[in-house]
């Protein structure tokens, strides 16, 4: 089924099936007088993006594709905990020429082209691949497997007055591929995880957020993945989940404690559950600042490592020690 139902409004809440297309266009927009808004302003009030990330003990990945139709922005970076290396890139496209995301988060693709730099993320039967292609420097590969009895998370909430967010999130997946990178080669192991985000719609004007994602392999060998927001996709439900094996457990809302201004220093995040309980020690960040007076952006991805505890839904407790994983810290004005 469609997100948009014939009436012009979202199904709400947690969506169980599969959302075949996001049919942002069909949607029922109005100012906050209730006045319609023209097909125009639907296409450029709705923003999107996809971004995969690949974690392992020794190094972690990751990729995006983001279209905020006045602009659009594509990064890839990969950091090397052992040698504390950060290799990244950037692009921003006007209008953004280039760039496609389809409609369809399970089997449409993303794409992203300027001059040399060429990404893709591209659903191949029960997988994902995902190619990045810099001219002869940067080459980055992955196979993300998406098992058909994973619990994948969708959801719906309502954001600002009248407008709303869609999310679809996966963490804890299977992965394979390479990165090489000038004069250095990656290669994924036994123990590296892969996390899915696609994400749209029509978004508060001023949107700020803090999120976690880590995706790996426990010490007692337990497949895992987390996801936990605070910020957005609030409204009656939350975004937060954990994966054990594929299967997922929905989180209460989660509560953030760090310094903003002293970032370096650790964090802690729990969920009034008690479900949560982590402590995350950045070992370095990925930072962008934009300000383009209308368009602005203050992002930084943290990227270190989680120690704590999680549990399921089924009581059992997983311990992390030193497990990879990304942090958060963002506002954006689209």
């Known amino acids: ?21 996001v049919n942002f266009d069909d949607f029922d927009l109005r100012t906050v007088m209730d006045r319609p808004r023209s097909r125009w302003a639907r296409r450029f009030g709705h923003n999107q993006f996809q971004f995969v990330g690949v974690m392992g003990r020794e190094w972690l990945a990751g990729v995006a594709v983001v279209d905020l139709k006045w602009i659009a922005n594509a990064f890839f970076y990969l950091y090397d905990f052992r040698e504390g290396r950060l290799l990244e890139h950037s692009s921003l496209q006007p209008l953004a020429w280039g760039t496609r995301i389809d409609s369809s988060p399970d089997t449409g ?22 190619v990045v ?45 390479e990165v090489r990178w000038g004069d250095y080669h990656y290669t994924t192991d036994a123990d590296h995880r892969a996390s899915i985000d696609w994400s749209g ?37 939350t975004e937060n989940a954990l994966w054990v ?23 802690q995040v729990s969920t009034s559950d008690g479900r949560v309980d982590l402590r995350f020690l950045p070992a370095g960040v990925r930072k962008e600042r934009v300000n383009l007076g209308l368009l602005a952006s203050n992002f930084r991805q943290f990227y270190g490592h989680f120690e704590g505890h999680l549990t399921d839904d089924q009581g059992n407790t997983h311990s992390l020690v030193a497990q990879p994983g990304l942090m958060e810290d963002h506002f954006a004005r689209w």
Request: with cysteine; glycine share 10%.
């Open 1 to 21: 089924m469609p997100l948009i139902d014939a009436s012009g409004q979202p199904r709400w809440g947690l969506i169980d099936e599969p959302v075949d297309r």
């Open 109 to 130: 693709s993303s794409r992203f082209a300027q001059g040399s730099t060429q990404v893709s993320i591209t659903p191949l039967g029960d997988a994902r691949e995902v």
């Open 133 to 177: 292609q810099q001219g002869k420097d940067v080459s980055m590969r992955f196979r993300v497997a998406v098992p058909a009895a994973f619990e994948t998370l969708r959801l719906c909430s309502r954001a600002g007055y009248s407008g709303w967010v869609y999310t679809q999130k996966s963490a804890g997946l299977p992965v394979s591929g």
């Open 201 to 237: 719609g029509f978004m508060r004007r001023e949107t700020a957020w803090n999120w976690a994602c880590l995706a790996g392999v426990t010490e007692q060998g337990v497949s895992i993945g987390l996801n936990l927001a605070a910020g957005v996709n609030e409204t009656g439900v």
């Open 245 to 267: 094996d594929g299967r997922r457990t929905t989180l209460a809302p989660a509560d953030f404690r760090f310094q903003r201004y002293r970032p370096e220093e650790p964090w």
